[in-house]
């Protein structure tokens, strides 16, 4: 993407957010890197959320041993939106605002949950944890959440999940175009094509190899529910943290007296 009009979103192992720039933009808060794009006079302004595909990756090998991804997100549609009041805060890789010391959690807990709902709210943390990335993207821009109008594209193996890709259009409050068949490699294939004069320039090349796919277009009713759990699941936001920092200062301390029985 090129044009300061538009958005990509990555649902890949991390989960990020990219605005094009025509100028460089410095967030205040520090949690927004801004970058050269790849277009020369253009910069790309990023925030992101480790706790995306990480998430579900954990899932799978800690919870849902014996299923696969898509198995997990079959289960997950058998549990209503908001999983039954259960949370789940995905910072196992880090958090959107860099903090090292951020540890996921489940909250809310109880003996009636059931792996659908434990499922269920770790995609919807995952999309929570994007949200994040979009307001503090926001934020260092200057705008509102909903100031601006973006065409947002979105790409990566969450992306072939129609079922969490509906999940995070309407989490985020937007719609959003899929782009199947990006990567890396294609991107670096289309910089030697420009590179060797076989474009007329980089417009050109992303116009003729960006195909969009599928439209997924937010539900209105479906987005108000979880607008009302997002600001349930930040209200949650800084007691996590909190009590992330205790628990590494207790491990640190158990450390630091050599305690081998909290050792791991």
Known sequence: IISSAERLIRFGSAGSISSPLDHPVQDANGFCPCYTHAVPRHWLLESSTQGFGISMEWFVNAIGKGLTQVEVQEIAQDSPIGAHGLYFHPYVKGSPNFDPLFRGAFLGLTGKHTTADLARAMLEGTCYSLRDAKELLDSA????????????FALGGGTKSSFWSQMAADVLGLDMTLVPGSGPALGAAIMAGIGI????????AAELWRKPGEEVIRNPNTAEEY???YNIYRSLHTRVREISHIIEENESRAEDFGCGLCKT
């Open 141 to 152: 821009r200057g705008l509102e959440s909903a100031a601006a109008q973006y065409r947002y």
């Open 197 to 204: 004069g076989a474009y007329r320039g980089y417009s050109a």
């Open 227 to 229: 607008e009302k759990r």
